[in-house]
């Protein structure tokens, strides 16, 4: 089946810095989000991605689909932003059943 | 606009005990999908529903049934419970089943001794 991979797996950032999160998979894919799950354990939308680049705010996303990776870009990062961030995808030509990836845990500090 | 919701948010079971857990949407989406998280890792599909009177199997679908019981309601039935069941399980729905945002809910965390 295919696989999601995530990188890196844990993530400590001084608040106001700056970093990026890469999603790995290994075949055609027709959906592709970005999670953030809080320390609450809530999952949030935060981009439907399956092409191309989208901004939210602080927030942008990447994707690659022919090279079969995707970017999430934090800047200016904020205590708030702290939790685990996990990619999904569904593969292509098939039913939108979501393959996570292990997700990358990001914690902030003030 | 209460997007996706599930009952309960937290419920302990003894070995094989039953339980449902209830989920529902008010979207007016198509698609509904049952996931479950263990420690660490990320989410697994158990069954989904592309739509109303359709159910299939996801990656992890033993020990479990489900129920779409309308377009709005989607329920996760564990008939004989066992440890391995302790995880938190999610509920989503999104408009399609194919290349569609899926929203979901706030998750039932389920305990079984």
């Known amino acids: 089946g295919i696989q999601v991979e995530q990188s890196p797996p844990d993530l400590i950032l001084q608040e106001g810095a700056n970093s990026t999160l890469r999603c790995n998979f290994s075949?055609?894919?027709?959906?592709l989000q970005w999670f953030h799950q809080n320390p609450w354990g809530q999952l949030i939308n935060l981009f439907y991605?399956?092409?191309g680049t989208k901004q939210n705010g602080r927030l942008s996303a990447t994707t690659v689909a022919t090279e079969r990776y995707s970017l999430l870009y934090i800047s200016s990062s904020q205590t708030t932003d702290s939790g685990v961030y996990f990619c999904?995808?569904?593969?292509?030509?098939?039913?939108?059943?979501?393959?996570f990836g292990a997700g990358t845990r990001l914690a902030v500090h003030p | 606009n209460a997007g996706v919701t599930q009952t309960p948010k937290f419920q302990v079971l003894k070995t094989g005990q039953s339980m449902t857990l209830q989920c529902a949407q008010d979207?007016?989406?198509?698609?509904m999908y049952w996931y479950r998280q263990d420690p660490g890792m990320g989410l697994r599909l158990i069954y989904y529903?592309?739509?109303?009177?359709?159910?299939d199997k996801g990656e992890v679908p033993n020990g479990y049934n489900v129920s779409r019981l309308n377009k709005r309601e989607f329920s996760l039935r564990l008939e004989s419970a066992a440890p391995s069941q302790t995880s938190v399980y999610f509920c989503?729905?999104?408009?399609?089943?194919?290349?569609?945002?899926?929203?979901f809910g706030p998750g039932t965390r389920l305990l079984v001794l």
């Open positions: 529903s592309a739509s109303e009177g359709t159910t």
């Open positions: 979207m007016n989406h198509n698609s």
């Open positions: 999904a995808v569904a593969l292509s030509g098939g039913y939108n059943k979501l393959i």
């Open positions: 991605i399956p092409s």
């Open positions: 075949d055609s894919v027709n959906n």
């Open positions: 989503a729905s999104s408009v399609g089943n194919a290349r569609e945002t899926q929203y």
